[in-house]
């Protein structure tokens, strides 16, 4: 399938920028392995790469290779993750690494159905995968791509309709070179992430502005199209922040299913908290400390925790499929929490004069997380 003369002039101009401008130092570009490509591709779903950057160091040293990825209880991979959000992605991580050694030799298949099979990875991935690992000739539509196609086309409607989703990627598809796929993926990423991006774009420095409906029709301020807003409901629960006479902490492994899925937390309970000590953990609260309710958006609905500390002496009971532990606050680094909780006992530690800083935003992460 050959490119159309207008594609290859698009891909041409917008590789002779990436060459001088675009980002050629990414920690998983050097090396560049398929492995260490799939790791920053499902770490960059929905997440921006200056919070990756450590994130992914971390990680790959701790498992670098598929190998060693597959091999870890997922706990110690979701507390690598811990603190990056949309956990599903973790777990699918280790899960498609265990499918990896299973069925692929503990490499990264370079099939783009073998890849589309495993979890976590959907067509945008498999393609920006094949591409950044082989050169392969796939095209990509994330959202910094999503973006530069819709202006590029001045789509006025929200670009995640399924009409609008078949136009992207059909332009996407015809948009693609016949070499340097890999640079080309990450110089249009780049371009979506830079002189494209979602306030105050930078037409006029753009270099494939000539073929933008767009920036053509002035519209390139009003696209993308926000999603049609739904009010988000608000929910509460307690956090019982539950210490014993040692001086540990009570955590519970969630379910798979719902928020958190899979990771360790205090205990979230609705409602009455002291029958849920009493009759769900078997603990008689001998005092209850209220600490400031914390506030955390997730997709469909904004959840106000109301922490509680609690003194107790009580053993818990461990009812049928519930997994208990008690945990020191040297001990958290090797459980993986969900941010706003691992914060809140992080919290209790202060007064003490001590720090746990394993996966505690540092001010490194703070300040790469100001670089786009």
């Known amino acids: 399938m050959g490119a159309a003369p207008a594609a290859s002039g698009f891909a041409r101009r917008l590789l002779r920028w990436h060459d001088r401008h675009g980002r050629h130092d990414l920690p998983w570009q050097r090396p560049r392995t398929p492995y260490r490509v799939w790791l920053s591709e499902v770490m960059l779903q929905q997440t921006q790469v200056a919070t990756v950057i450590p994130y992914f160091e971390r990680f790959v040293r701790r498992f670098p290779s598929v190998h060693a990825l597959a091999r870890a209880p997922v706990d110690a991979v979701l507390a690598q993750w811990s603190g990056l959000?949309?956990?599903?992605?973790?777990?699918?991580?280790?899960?498609?690494?265990?499918?990896?050694?299973?069925?692929?030799?503990?490499?990264?298949?370079?099939?783009?159905?073998?890849?589309?099979?495993?979890?976590?990875?959907?067509?945008?991935?498999?393609?920006?995968?094949?591409?950044?690992?082989?050169?392969?000739?796939?095209?990509?539509?994330?959202?910094?791509?999503?973006?530069?196609?819709?202006?590029?086309?001045?789509?006025?409607?929200?670009?995640?309709t399924p009409r609008a989703q078949e136009r992207l990627w059909r332009e996407a598809t015809r948009l693609l070179p016949r070499t340097r796929l890999a640079d080309y993926t990450q110089a249009l990423m780049d371009l979506g992430a830079s002189l494209c991006g979602p306030r105050a774009p930078r037409c006029d420095g753009c270099p494939v502005n000539t073929g933008c409906a767009g920036w053509v029709q002035g519209l390139v301020t009003r696209i993308p199209a926000r999603k049609p807003k739904r009010a988000r409901p608000r929910r509460q629960a307690h956090v019982l922040l539950l210490r014993n006479a040692e001086g540990a902490w009570l955590l519970e492994r969630r379910a798979d299913d719902g928020i958190w899925g899979g990771l360790w937390s205090a205990p979230v309970v609705d409602g009455d908290w002291r029958g849920a000590c009493r009759e769900r953990y078997g603990i008689e609260p001998e005092g209850a400390k209220r600490l400031p309710a914390v506030r955390h958006a997730f997709t469909h609905y904004q959840l106000e925790l109301k922490p509680l500390r609690i003194d107790t002496r009580s053993p818990p009971i461990t009812g049928a499929g519930r997994m208990l532990s008690w945990v020191t606050l040297e001990q958290l680094p090797n459980y993986g929490l969900p941010a706003p909780i691992r914060r809140l006992l992080e919290a209790q530690a202060t007064g003490a004069g001590r720090r746990i800083r394993a996966h505690a935003p540092t001010a490194a992460l703070r300040q790469a997380r100001n670089r786009v």
């Open 85 to 160: 959000g949309y956990y599903a992605r973790g777990r699918n991580l280790h899960r498609a690494a265990t499918l990896m050694v299973q069925r692929h030799g503990a490499a990264v298949p370079r099939d783009f159905d073998a890849l589309l099979a495993l979890p976590g990875i959907g067509r945008s991935t498999a393609g920006a995968i094949l591409a950044q690992a082989w050169g392969e000739r796939f095209p990509i539509l994330d959202g910094n791509v999503r973006r530069v196609l819709a202006r590029r086309l001045a789509l006025r409607e929200w670009p995640g």
